[in-house]
């Protein structure tokens, strides 16, 4: 077994200051890959950056739904660490509205950081892996890509479309030595759930727990997924032997989608 299997590749993960974003940049390292740490808190990306195993890593700000920041922070990176060979579009944010009180404002911030910023990130890295003939392109999208959620409509049509863009871009470099996959997180123990349990608690008024075990009882597993399950699968997808497996959408839910 090689104990550093991604060393010498340079991994990318956009919001990975926090939550699932920073367990795939400490499982990603852990496995010998430098990464770049995208997000726009400088400050927090430089401080996990330091504690990340290996050597080499660094931060680049930029939110992912503006172009030109985005060009400059990946034309930076690969300056810095080479071309990026692994991508992972993680940044993302879950605002919850009924449809009728979803104003044209929320749904674009919704497709512009979870839909477009998958475009931006993925357009800038694409060329590298192109050059290299070999890339590895994960997209966290969410069982909100696989199926409907009342109250998020915004975020669940950003979702599938992310979904979509996997799956068609995976076929245009099937030859090409680039898989495109997403995995599709259920309820993940991070600051989007906490906030969603605090919003449910402050509309209903019930307990945080009442609240929090609404949110596993959807999980056949009756439990909330942790990043690490999550970082997992990214791991798997990003190595070697997961080559054959392109265009696919891997529910890490407890069976919520099957
Ligand atoms: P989180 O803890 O809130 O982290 C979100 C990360 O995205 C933060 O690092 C944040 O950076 C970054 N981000 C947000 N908007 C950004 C922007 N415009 N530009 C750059 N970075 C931005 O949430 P999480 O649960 O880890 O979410 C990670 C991914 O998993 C998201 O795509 C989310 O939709 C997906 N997901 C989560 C769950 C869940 O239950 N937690 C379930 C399914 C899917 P800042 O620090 O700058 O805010």
């Not at 690969?78 to 993302?92: D, H, Q």
């Not at 944010?93 to 497709?111: D, G, I, N, Y």
Request: aromatic residues 4%; glycine residues 12%.
């Amino acid at each position: 077994m090689n104990a550093n299997p991604l060393a010498g590749r340079h991994a990318l993960v956009t919001g990975a200051a926090r939550g699932i974003g920073a367990e795939i940049a400490r499982t990603l390292a852990a496995e010998g890959a430098t990464l770049t740490l995208l997000g726009r808190d400088l400050d927090a990306l430089q401080r996990l950056a330091a504690t990340l195993a290996g050597q080499g890593h660094g931060a680049a700000v930029a939110d992912v739904a503006d172009e030109a920041a985005v060009r400059t922070a990946f034309a930076q990176a690969a300056k810095e660490r080479g071309p990026v060979a692994i991508l992972v579009n993680n940044a993302g944010a879950a605002e919850s509205a009924p449809f009728l009180k979803t104003s044209a404002a929320l749904w674009q911030r919704m497709l512009s950081v979870n839909l477009t910023g998958t475009f931006l990130c993925t357009q800038a890295a694409l060329p590298g892996m192109l050059d290299a003939g070999w890339g590895r392109i994960v997209n966290i999208a969410s069982t909100a890509g696989q199926k409907g959620y009342a109250y998020v409509a915004a975020y669940t049509a950003a979702k599938h479309g992310v979904i979509g863009l996997t799956r068609a871009l995976a076929l245009e470099v099937a030859r090409k030595g680039v898989t495109v996959n997403a995995v599709c997180p259920g309820y993940t123990d991070t600051d989007i759930l906490r906030t969603s349990v605090a919003n449910v608690v402050g509309k209903t008024g019930r307990s945080e727990a009442d609240a929090l075990a609404e949110f596993s009882s959807v999980n056949p597993q009756k439990r909330i997924v942790q990043p690490a399950e999550v970082a997992d699968a990214v791991r798997w997808l990003c190595g070697e032997g997961a080559g054959a497996v392109t265009g696919q959408s891997i529910s890490v839910s407890g069976g919520e989608v099957m």
